[in-house]
C-alpha cells in the first residue's frame, strides 16, 4: 500500500515564476492538506481540500491555490514566487469518511529552492 | 486560536538515558494533541496521539506522552534512548484529527554514544 506520494522531489526556480506541486494521497483517503515548513521551523498549514473544495485555509496570500481531482489527488500552485516561499512543501492526507479522530498522513515533501 | 510551545529546540542525551520532550498547548476547546518525528531530508511521521479517553498514551518505537489538561501539557518520554532516535520531533494541535494542525517549532534529538 503506497504512502502519500509526492512531485517533484527538489525544484529550483526563480523570483516571478510560478511553480505546481503535486500530491497523490494514500489509498483509501479523501482529504488532502498542505503545509510550508522553513527551514529550521514547524510546518505552518496552507489549506484543506474535500470533495474537490476548499475546506480551511491558513494565513497564506492568495498567491497560493490549489486544487483537488476526482481521484482526490491535489496540486499546490504558487504565482509570483518570493525568495521567502523558498521552504518543504508537505502534503497530508486523512482516511475517506472518517472520524473525526483521524490522522493525517505525511508525503516526503518537495523541497522548493527560489533563488 | 490554537497554539504550541516546544521548550527547547535542542535537546542531547546518552544512549540508554531517559529522553524528555516537552510540549505545552494552547486551545480554546478539547485538544487533539500529535508527536511527529522528521528524519533528515524526510517528511512527518506520527509517533503517537490523544484524541479522548486515556490520557497516557503509547506510540511507536518505545515512546509515550501523558496528556495533562491541568497544566497545558502533552510530553513525549521513552526510557532508553537508542542512536536512532537521533531526529526532529513536532508537537501539534488541532481541534479535530482531520483538520488544520498547529505545530511547534520542533526539538532536535542528539543521542550520544
Known amino acids: 500500500d503506497a504512502g502519500v506520494t509526492q512531485s517533484p522531489t527538489h525544484l529550483i526556480k526563480t523570483r516571478g515564476q510560478q511553480v505546481t506541486l503535486r500530491c497523490s494521497p494514500k489509498s483509501g483517503h479523501d482529504t488532502v492538506s498542505w503545509y510550508q515548513q522553513a527551514l529550521g521551523q514547524g510546518p505552518q498549514f496552507i489549506f484543506q481540500?474535500?470533495?474537490?473544495?476548499?475546506?480551511q485555509r491558513g494565513n497564506f496570500p492568495d498567491r497560493f491555490s490549489g486544487h483537488q481531482f476526482p481521484n482526490y489527488s491535489s496540486e499546490l500552485n504558487v504565482n509570483a514566487l518570493l525568495l521567502g516561499d523558498s521552504a518543504l512543501y508537505l502534503c497530508a492526507s486523512s482516511p475517506l469518511g472518517g472520524a473525526s479522530t483521524d490522522t493525517q498522513y505525511f508525503g516526503p515533501g518537495t523541497r522548493l529552492t527560489v533563488l | 486560536a490554537q497554539s504550541v510551545t516546544q521548550l527547547g529546540s535542542h535537546v542531547s542525551v546518552s544512549e540508554g538515558a531517559l529522553v524528555l520532550l516537552r510540549c505545552n498547548y494552547s486551545s480554546s476547546v478539547p485538544p487533539y494533541l500529535f508527536w511527529y518525528v522528521q528524519y533528515p531530508n524526510q517528511g512527518l511521521q506520527l509517533l503517537l496521539k490523544y484524541t479522548t479517553g486515556a490520557t497516557l498514551v503509547k506510540g511507536i518505537n518505545g515512546f509515550e506522552a501523558e496528556f495533562k489538561k491541568s497544566e497545558t501539557s502533552f510530553h513525549l518520554t521513552k526510557p532508553s534512548a537508542h542512536m536512532s532516535d537521533a531526529a526532529e520531533y513536532f508537537c501539534?494541535?488541532?481541534?479535530?484529527?482531520?483538520?488544520?494542525?498547529?505545530f511547534g517549532s520542533g526539538t532536535r534529538l542528539q543521542v550520544q554514544p
Open positions: 481540500y474535500y470533495e474537490e473544495e476548499e475546506r
Open positions: 501539534a494541535v488541532s481541534d479535530t484529527g482531520r483538520r488544520a494542525l498547529t
